[in-house]
């Protein structure tokens, strides 16, 4: 398959993250591109972008990323996991109040109706859920039941199958990776105790962020390439192996530094405590309990490992279900409580500090809080963005994909996007402390 050099695709997202989302806008002319997902691709576009499409566009949020967004099981192995209880349907209670909220914004004071709208911010979908209900819902660039990638927001899937084997005393969070995962021994992952892979804090080189995305030796460049069947230096590599070869650069615990390979350590536990394809635990454990209205795609990289630190696809309403799972309505749309109180209170409620946010080289805590617009935000935890003061919790994804969950105030938004700098997430907080939603 024809793709552009994967080195230029992790160099151009490196330089992505320094593009002001002014300059973003100016860039854009014309009519939303997100109308191409409602009007559909010809044949013809379809063959040339399963032949075609490069990560570089993706990064980028170009025009093709608006068609792999609804598209990635055709250009990823995907392990399918079916509906198996009977659609438990979202009732609506409608509060079209929430769609007058506005924000300031790179394009003006808009409120959400007038940006999800608006022909330059990309936005896809936006589902807001109260008490177990609709209380909002919009669809300015796909159909309702249309999957759709969920970028990074699929790491927290991977922290709730560990906290279920936690629960179920298979796990113990205060252990090291190594003494569950054979493949971590003698290598620098095998001291990394559970607690801070969990918590994005495991001290090795492999990191998400600009450096490592344009180095192409670097562990995150060569596991993506890996995940994509991509070769380096003529070699196409796996994945495990590719993360065998992390060194320790810090003392775990320390602070919070973003690392799609730390995700993917979790996905090797679980493999390993349960003795099940992480996609089978998950299926049986989680999705398979739940009402949903159609599959969850798990993409798989080329040697069949779920890639769990960012592709999956699903529809909107399907992510705000799992979000649904955290909250006291958890039972419209499950037919048994899969999230714990404890689970709820290990995020919630996190011994990780503010400092530890914010501390190091990375910079990872920064990035969030300016994104978000909010410096009520207390810390990260369980693969988490962003554990607000209050108890709430955010995760985000690549191209402006989100879930937003606060357990006290019932509530969930969920959202999707094409759209790289992650403007839509300033609507987040403004819509919580709106009042509308106080007990």
Known sequence: ??????????????????????SMAQERKGPAPVQKALDGWSAEENLNYIRNFSVAELTLGEPAALWFHAHASQTNKTAILLRRQPIMEYQQTLQPEIGAIEVETDLGTLSLDEYLTHPQSFAQGFVVIHKGQIAYESYPG??????HFWASTTKVLASLAVDLLIEDGLIDENLPLGN???????????????MDALDMSAGLDALDNATQFADPASVTSRMFRAELGE???????YMLDVMLDAKKVDEPGKYYAYSSAVTQSLVFLVEAVSGQSWSDFFNQRVWSKMGVEGPLQMHLSPDGVAIVHGPASSNLRDLARVGTLYTPSWSTIS??????????DRISNSPRTQEFYMDGSAGSGQ????????TSI??????????????????????????YVSPDRDLVIAFFSTEPTHRIQKYLRPIVKSGLFDK
């Open 335 to 344: 037919t048994e409580r899969i999230v714990t109180p404890a689970i709820i």
């Open 231 to 237: 070769a380096t230096d003529g070699k196409v590599e």
């Open 378 to 403: 207390r810390t990260a935890a369980r693969q988490w963005d962003a554990i607000f003061e209050d108890g709430d919790f955010f995760k985000s994804g690549l191209n402006a994909q989100g879930m």
């Open 367 to 374: 990035r969030f809080m300016d994104r978000l617009g909010d």
């Open 1 to 22: 398959m024809k793709r552009l050099n994967i080195i230029k695709t992790l160099f151009a997202a490196a330089m992505m993250i320094v593009i002001s989302s002014n």
């Open 180 to 194: 569950y995962v054979p493949e971590f021994k003698g290598s620098a992952w095998e001291d990394v105790k559970v």
């Open 142 to 147: 796909m159909h309702e039941l249309d999957p």
